[in-house]
């Protein structure tokens, strides 16, 4: 069955045609979608009786219920979870930033990749979700919260790269005029570096923002937190990067999850320095989230403050990401989690 919240402009209209409608229908219909967030036939009234009759049947709407609802006290975090409609449930997180508002979508149930500190891939890997599905995270967030959209990050539950062509089709979907008009500028991928795939992404012509979850400056370390580091090791990944900095002139931003003990250490920032002083990248430090029983913490403030010193002492461009969602479960799966006792 085909899925509306799929489908461009031009693919509807398709459908439409083929279904013996005519092909403006089309706009009608995505302006209900996308700008007064309709989703039902019944409720489109514009179109023919007998169009809507038929389109229930033949493209039934699906948009998911919102299972549950987090707003974070400051106000400026908000959480949903969203049962789709075979039952599976997915997070989506909206970010209200000085500049804009900021959705964090997920592109799969649970996750393949393990690593340590994340929650998502806890009860491994389910399925992948559909281009509609992750258009859905974006429409659920202007029915119930806001209509402003400033950027997406592709950071929630589930690695972008190994559902490669949906979210390619995705970001394609929500940067057409008539959907969300959303720049690529305003897009960013972030993976834990899935190599073949990074070298396939600088070559779409699309310029959006990619972000490498690195989290450890050496193979050993990072080999402790990410078991792919033994499918794709460091070297490799930070190649592809540079590669994909080349290629599309777009800057690339490193993740680095701040881990007492661990990560958050004088010798992996020295190791940091050696790897990227002077370099047009940006690290953006994470402290963990550590609200589950995994033993990884998050060091006290004056750790991270002398981590984040030396880094820009020694010439690493870094930011420390504000930790917006931690009150409220906001890390990749743990609201899932939680609610499922999964
Ligand atoms: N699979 C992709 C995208 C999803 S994870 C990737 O690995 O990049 C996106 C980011 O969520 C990771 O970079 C990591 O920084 C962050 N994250 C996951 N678990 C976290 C935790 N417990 N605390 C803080 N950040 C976390």
Not at 82 to 93: A, K, M, W
Not at 110 to 134: D, H, I, P, Y
Not at 166 to 191: C, P, Q, W
Not at 255 to 273: M, P, V
């Amino acid at each position: 069955m085909m899925n509306l919240f799929s489908m461009t402009k031009k693919e509807l209209q398709d459908f439409l045609v083929a279904q013996g409608m005519k092909k403006f229908r089309a706009d009608q219909i995505f302006h209900y979608i996308y700008k007064q967030s309709v989703f039902s036939w019944d409720d489109m009234v514009l179109l023919p009786q007998k169009d809507r009759d038929i389109l229930k049947e033949v493209l039934p709407i699906s948009m998911p219920e919102v299972v549950s609802r987090l707003d974070a006290p400051d106000g400026r975090t908000v959480k949903l979870l969203l049962r789709l409609e075979d039952g599976q449930t997915v997070e989506t997180v909206l970010m209200m930033h000085d500049y804009g508002n900021s959705i964090c979508v997920s592109s799969q149930v649970g996750c393949a990749v393990n690593c340590a500190f994340c929650a998502s891939a806890k009860n491994g890997f389910v399925r992948n979700l559909s281009a509609g599905e992750m258009v859905t995270q974006l429409l659920a967030f202007r029915q119930h919260v806001t209509t402003d959209l400033h950027s997406i990050v592709i950071m929630g539950t589930g690695e972008p790269l190994l559902n490669y062509d949906n979210v390619i089709a995705f970001m394609k979907l929500i940067h057409e005029k008539d959907t969300f008009y959303l720049g690529y500028r305003n897009m960013t991928l972030s993976t834990s570096g899935i190599v073949p795939k990074m070298y396939q992404l600088a070559k779409e012509g699309m310029p959006i923002t990619l972000a490498v979850s690195l989290h450890a400056p050496n193979d050993a370390l990072r080999r402790r937190i990410m078991p792919i580091t033994d499918k794709y090791p460091l070297d490799a990944v930070l190649t592809a990067a540079h590669h994909y900095f080349e290629e599309t002139g777009r800057k690339v931003t490193f993740e680095y999850i701040l881990i007492k003990n661990l990560t958050c250490t004088h010798a992996c920032a020295k190791e940091l320095a050696r790897l990227f002083s002077g370099k047009n990248i940006l690290i953006n430090a994470i402290p963990i989230n550590d609200n589950y029983d995994v033993g990884l913490y998050r060091p006290d403030d004056k750790s991270i403050s002398e981590f984040v010193t030396y880094l820009q002492r020694h010439g690493v461009p870094v930011t420390l990401r504000r930790e917006m969602g931690s009150k409220i479960q906001a890390a990749c799966g743990q609201l899932r989690i939680k609610r499922e006792n999964i």
